[in-house]
């Protein structure tokens, strides 16, 4: 027998060449260490993201290397800036267009929460039209602060049970968003 | 750079051709012409002034609506229309009164192009109505909304929103 190792309480054992281990964490460990951003930049939350994404923060560093511009290939969606109530139906439909496992990190004020544009054209935050699954508080969040929102967000995916999407809670938060979805609930 | 129109001149023009239609000059700090006008006249009048010999007022700067609540019943409503003569560096502003039940002018998409957005955002935002505009739809807003929100009655705030409560604001 090879060594036998404990991590987190998933127990692995070690052979010279091989090494076992559950699914779900290697799929998780994998998810996590290759997310696709899609970056809905709206604002001056999205100057900062765009900092975050040059190589003084470099988020390339986490498996982002590859920004993704088309929601198909996207599994993490930040949202960063104001978004109008004009514009929420095109972050809807992003969103939907999204293939599941997906992500959604809000960064800064206003997209969490419409911040400082207390008014009849601005979405009092995105988690009215689309479920959001981090939120960055700042205005504009530092790149330390969208990072450490990244990170919180690879700790779900890392973490997240394969088994979630298809669960009834998932499903009810996708009717409570009025979202189509295929999921029976079983 | 100075211009090379006085505001008395224009004026004067203006009084001789359209008589009772235009109403009384206000002063203003940037010291250009401000004029009130009857809302039947105006359409007349910018096509006047654009074809005018010496005036040349062929550049359409801005429309707007402006709410008064406080005025009489027909003067509530206000369209302003900024106008400027490039080739004599002049600029004058055109004010006329509509009453807020139906506040209706004759668009000027024919004389200036340019008036097709600006009509349509002053409609978006004050409801004032273009008469033989080509597409008169909210330009900024969603289409879904149901009121004009730059008219004094309509918060700008946004109403949906429970977490602001007013104690806490000082109000
Ligand atoms: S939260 Fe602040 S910095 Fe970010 S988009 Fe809004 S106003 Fe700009």
Not at chain 2, 11 to 20: I, N, P
Not at chain 2, 66 to 86: C, T
Request: proline residues 5%; aromatic residues 10%; charged residues 25%.
């Amino acid at each position: 027998m090879g060594k036998i190792t404990a991590e987190g309480n998933v127990e692995a054992i070690n052979y010279e060449g091989f090494q076992l281990t559950r699914l779900d964490t290697v799929i998780g460990a994998a998810r996590s260490n290759s997310l696709w951003p899609l970056p809905f930049a709206t604002s001056c939350c999205g100057i900062e993201y765009m900092a975050s994404m040059a190589p003084n923060y470099d988020i390339a560093r986490f498996g982002m290397e590859r920004m993704s511009f088309s929601p198909r290939q996207a599994d993490l969606l930040i949202v960063a800036g104001t978004i109008s109530k004009k514009l929420a139906p095109v972050l809807r439909q992003v969103y939907e267009q999204m293939s599941e496992p997906k992500w959604v990190l809000s960064v800064g004020a206003c997209a969490s929460s419409g911040g400082i544009f207390d008014t009849y054209s601005v979405l009092q935050g995105i988690d009215r039209v689309i479920p959001v699954d981090v939120y960055v508080p700042g205005c504009p969040p530092r790149p330390e602060q969208i990072i450490d929102g990244i990170m919180n967000i690879q700790a779900l995916v890392k973490h997240e049970s394969l088994r979630r999407r298809y669960s009834p809670e998932y499903k009810d938060l996708l009717d409570n968003y009025n979202i189509e979805n295929d999921i029976d609930g079983k | 750079m100075e211009s090379k129109l006085t505001n008395e001149q224009v004026l004067t023009a203006l009084r001789e051709q359209f008589g009772d239609a235009v109403g009384q000059e206000e002063q203003t700090t940037d010291h250009y012409l401000n004029v009130y006008v009857t809302a039947e006249s105006v359409h007349a009048m910018i096509e006047w002034l654009y074809a005018h010999g010496e005036f040349k007022v062929q550049f359409l700067t801005n429309i707007t609506g402006i709410h008064f609540p406080d005025n009489d019943e027909d003067q509530k409503m206000v369209i302003v229309y900024h106008l400027h003569s490039l080739q004599n560096n002049f600029r004058l502003r055109l004010k006329a009164y509509l009453p807020i039940e139906n506040p209706s002018i004759h668009t000027i998409t024919d004389i200036f192009s340019a008036a097709n957005w600006l009509e349509r955002e002053t409609y978006d935002f004050f409801g004032i109505n273009f008469v033989n505009h080509p597409n008169l739809t909210r330009i900024l807003n969603e289409d879904s909304m149901d009121y004009f929100p730059m008219r004094k009655e309509y918060h700008l705030e946004d109403e949906t929103r429970q977490d602001k409560d007013n104690r806490f604001f000082g109000r």
